[in-house]
Each structure stands twice: as C-alpha cells, then as structure tokens.
C-alpha cells in the first residue's frame, strides 16, 4: 500500500507544523514504508475523497478525458493552520495537462488565454475557481455513492480496471519502478492499493481513480472544499506553448465518517463506465460551463456587481436548446435569439463591466458626454471584437491611463484632468444602411442614434455607406411599364428598379440625419454614387478573397447573381481609410492609418468577419489594428408581437414607423404590443409579468432614458404592485415616451431638405 508518497509528487515543506489528526480513531496513521524520510506523510482522507470527486468534474469544465489529470502534489500552507483546515494546512493539488497551444480547440474556446493581454482574464479565471468551487461542494452534497475498493497490488486495480484511472504522477512512479525491477532483476514487493468510485443515481461512472491515500470519507460528512487561488497557487496556463490547469485546495473538515473498503471487482465490464469515460458527455458539460460564463459575462454589465456565480443546471441548459431554431444571418434573422449563444457562434466577445469602465474613462470623464449611452447601460450593445484596442488608441491620444481593473475603485481620472489633444483623432466610425423603404421605423434607429452617441462622444469622423447597390441586387426586380411604381411613366426609364433604390438612399438619409450627428465630421454617401473611390480597394479586397470563401459565410451559390458574390467587398471597403482620400485624408496621407470601429446589428458581422481575415493586405504595417476594424454590436429591437426577433419594414403593424402620427403610435402599442402581463388582475397580482417577454417593457429599455423610473416601473410591473402594476399602465407609459421621441424626430426631420441632404452627402474632408 502507498501509504506514503515518496516521489516528488509530494512535498511537504513544513512538516514540523503539521499537527497529528485530530481524530486519531479514523485518521489512518501513517506506517512506516521502508523509503519514508520525516518530511512525508499519509495523504488526509479528506484530501483523497475531494481529490476524487475534482478528478470527476474538472473534465466537465475543461472539456477533457478524465485520463489527462497530470498529477497530484499535497503541500502545506501555512497561513491555512489554525484557520480549521485540516493538519492545519494540508493542501492538495491536481495539474491537468491539456496539450500544447491552447490544448484542443474545445479547450481553446473554453478557456481564457493567458498570451492575449486581455484585461479580463484574471476575473474570466476568478470566476472559474468559483465555478469549480461551488460545483465541487455541490457534488459533495449531492447524495452520490462513493466506493472504495482494495486491492492487493496496483497490478491487480491496473488489470481490473485499466491503466485510465491513474493520473501521469502515478503512470511515471509506476513506468520507474517497472524499469527497477527489470534492471535489478526481480520484483519489489507487492503494496496494496485502493480505487476510488463515485456513482451517479443511474449507477453510473462518475469517477474512478486510482487514490492517493487508503481512506475515503462519505460525502455527506466531507467538510468544506476551498480552491485556493492566492499567490497563483490555482492556476490557468494556457498559451502558444502549453494548455496547464493547476487546482489547489484544502478542506475545512467536518465530522468524518470513513467508507469502508469492499474488494475491488476482479473487471472493470461490471463497472458501467460509459458516463465516465466517454469523450461527449464531457465535451457537452464543458460547453455548459463555456455558456453560463458567456451568460454571467452580459448579466455583469447590467448589475455592474459581478454576481456570485451560480452553476447551471442541466434544465437551464435545457431552456438555452431552445433556442437551437434561431437562425441569424446578414439577410434572415429568425427564431428565439439566445445572443450568449449568438457571442459563442460568431467568435466575438461580450462586453463586460471593464471595458465599459474604460470606454467611461475615455468619454464621460473627458467630458464629451454626462455618462454612458443606455444602450451599453442596458447590455443592448453587448459585444464587440477588439474594443479594447480602441480604448487603447483614445487613452494614448488622451495621454490618460486605463481605470484600475479592480471592481471596487472608481475612475480616477475627472473631466478636469484632460487636455483636449490637439492631434488629429485615430480613428473613425463606419456604419451604414440598406436603403429598403421610405418609412424608416424604431427599429432602424438603434444603431444610427447609437452611432451619433459615439460620434459626440469621441468626437470623431464617421462615414454612412448607404447601400442601394445591395437592396437592388438582393430585393431589385426587373418591372416594365405596367409596373405601378413611382418611375412607370417616365419613358426614359430602364426595365428595373435600381432608380427607386437610389430615390430610398435620399429618403434614408433625411431620417439619418435628423440623428443629430455632427454635420462638418459625417460623409453619408450611396454606393451607386461614390463607389469609384473605393473601387482600388474593392479590386484589393477581391482578389483576396475567394468565391468559395463568400458562398461559405453568406450562403451564395453557383445560381446566386454575381453582384451578390461581389457585393461583400463593396461592404467591406469602408472599413479602410484609405477608401476616402479626400473625405478621410483632405490632403493629410493619414487616412490609411486610421483605425476603423463600427457600430452595427450583431447579423452584420458575417461581413467584417470576412473583412477582418484580410485586413493586413490593405495597410501598411504599422495600421494600429493591422487593419481589422473593430465592431461594437447590438442585439435586435424586438418586434411588437413578441419579444423575440427583428422587426421586418413589411408588416406594417409590427412596428412603430418614424411617419406615424400620435394616434397610429398609441393603437399600435394598445393593441398589437405583446403583453407579459398575468390573464387576470387577481393573477397579475399575485404573480407580476414576464418582463423578458413583455414587449412594452423591452422597448421602455431602449427609449426610456431615466435608470431609475425604468427600475421602478420593471420592480412594478415585475411583482403586479404599486404604480405600475399593470400591462395597461406600462402601455400607457411606452406611448407617452414614443410620442415624444417620435414628434422631435419628425420636427428634426422636417428641416432636413433635399440640398441639406446634398450637403452631407458632398465629398469634402470631415477630419
Ligand atoms: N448591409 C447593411 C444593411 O443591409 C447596410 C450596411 C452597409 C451597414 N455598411 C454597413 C450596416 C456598416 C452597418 C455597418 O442594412
């Protein structure tokens, strides 16, 4: 028996310290094998059993077999004395080597790479030990059987049960004394071993393992786990060279009750390990834990406090599947919209609380704005690619540093303590706009006054592609004269459309720009129009790019026309300075190391996906971003018969256009928006409404600019009490909002004539 661990696996630096077990009738104490030096000792039964249960569950979080645990190490700590840890400091420790850079793809995405420079990863590994603590603790709640087997030689469990249940530690022990015993030419005497098995309800695997120690204790009498994560001592290394997950815990005990040792079966086929072992089951509850961090990641930015994580259960995972009919797309958006799921799909990152702490620090502490726009108040921006780097470039030019990382502090920095910088601004925002009907709606809003926050804000350029090209190549249509349309009569005209898309462009344009942007630093041009310029570019960009690689992101086949194929790079040329020599240069050669940050609806990230994969061929090398634009994404306005999807220009009664009148904006929100009110007042009472659902509410986030009445109203409405108890009431409140939001619109708009449009739209340098 391996009382003793005498290989490097374990050390135990203080031994002096350490006390004889507290209950010497259950604690085994250690024997005396023949190699022992004072310095080693038995492994608690507490450490064994939690080094047991963590070999069972890490797989789930990391996404790996069971077999690539790489070893255990019991250590001492001495701060833990006294503190009722047990042998006041014992600690154990599992390392799981999970490959070379990054480990497997499926580890890759789950956790945070440490090579990155990203300023969430210590809070992305914090919250992983919270994770895993509070999961471990679960488990040992949990009422699952453990079993301890005996066997009289690690042969006889190795013949038994197969060479998986040991851990590497344990492999090169056994591969040294092997090679011993062959150079010495006989064998050492045999030491009997134990197997740990934990069992599902089913009577399943859950896991099996090789101990450490000779003692078990039963679960319900195992005190309380701690992953230790001070001065590194839990560890993530994951990089270009290696993939190393490091748990180090102790136990605080509690009354310990020992499980007896049964001898092991003589074949591991009466043991049902397919719950164990199998790669799927594994992969799947890593996804679980990949999902609810993604989760936690979005419900952070709205609660600003990071909440204590709690691990989600198989039926919440259960619930995300639901959304499994989602389809998002540049062109269909459909379905229950998960957007953590949206995040995972697309390769890009959430928001999280710092860098709104950061944009903060490089917006409303300079001044330009009182404080962040409600749509990244409310998480309806939610995520980005390379933000961060954007944040980077403003704090440079500012000459201030980032904010602390630390939740608690405050920003340090005041409005006074900025000296508006007298270099020209790194960047420029991009966003734009199928032109596709006259009426533009609420909806169409989102990302335009967004756009025009950012603009105050950063006080920046910002370029608006309008992109009547694309409506007429995916929506056009040849129409003869009996057609109907605005342009029937004219004898002159060609046999199709392509006229009334340009016509939308000017119309658009009037609802843009009454957004209130900055006028001498915005260049709102059609394609059709301007597209010469950009043309160097989108020859650039098409050689890059493949047919094959375009069919792939945009589902385009060999039926598809070939303006469609061509399309994408007349999307993705704006995204490059250099497409505005005059507008983005006026003379200056800088335009082609401006950096690019687009704000826009997560289903228009497919472009710039593909925009970003070749970004390096069009600039020079020292481009801040190589090129990449960076994206800042928002979910979808939801439509008024449900609060899942996107609201379509076609139905006229799912959406609040920027033309109707007070009374069209009352009806419809009387009578078409979705209620997640209770059937019944006694119900609604008693019960609140499903604000998630409720589309009166939902759209309060996005236009009700007060924080503090939209909590109000939600606590109201939420719990059926006080002053907005009701469906009606919230209506009532919505309409009022729209009504006023509406009317300055349309008071905006009413000034914005076809010359001012002209005006904007002129060629001219906005730097
Ligand atoms: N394709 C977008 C649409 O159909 C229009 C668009 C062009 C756009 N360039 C953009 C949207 C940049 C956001 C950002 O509406």
Redesign the pocket.
Known sequence: MRWMEQDKDVQCAETPHIKSPKNPTTQPQPRTPQHTTPRVMATPPSITTTNLLLRGLLPSFLGCAPSTCGAFQMTWRKDLEGRGVENGGLTGKLTWNLGKKHGSEQIANILPKDDANDPNFGAAIEQLWNAIEKSVNELAKSGKVLKKYDYQSEEDALTALGGDIMDGGQISSRDKRLKKEKKEGKALAPEAVCVGHVLNDDGSTYALALLHGDSLIELSSLGTIKILREKNESAVVCNKKKCEVTVKFCVIPADEKLVDGVAGPENASNIDLSQCMEKNIRDEEGLKYKVYMEQLALKAIKSDAVASPEIISPEQVQEMDVADDMVVT?FEVSGNIDYSKLIDKFGSKPLTPYLLKRLENVTVKRGTVDKLHRFLRREIFFSHRDIEKICELLEEWYGVSPPPEDEENDLPATAATYTEPTTQCPLYL?????P?SSAMHLGHLV?FLFTAWLQKAFRCPLVI?M?DD??FLFKGEYSGDNAGDEGAADPNRTGDNLDHFANLTIENAKDIIACDFIKDKTFIFSDLDYVGRMYPNIVRIWKAVTVNQVNGVFGFDSSSNIGKVAFPAI?AA?SFGSSFPKVLGGGKANAVTLACL????ID?DP?FRLTRDIAHKLVPRHHPLQGKPALIHSKFFPPLQGAQGKMSSSDTNSAIFLTDTPEDIERKIKVHAFSGGQETKKLQEELGANLDVDVSYQWLRFFLEDDDELIKIGQSYGSGKGEFWSTGLVKAKLVEVLKHLVADHQNRRKNVIEDVVREWMSERCIL
């Open positions: 540049a991009y966003t734009g706009r199928g596709s990302p592609q992109t694309e409506k999307q704006p687009i704000p826009c609806a228009q472009y």
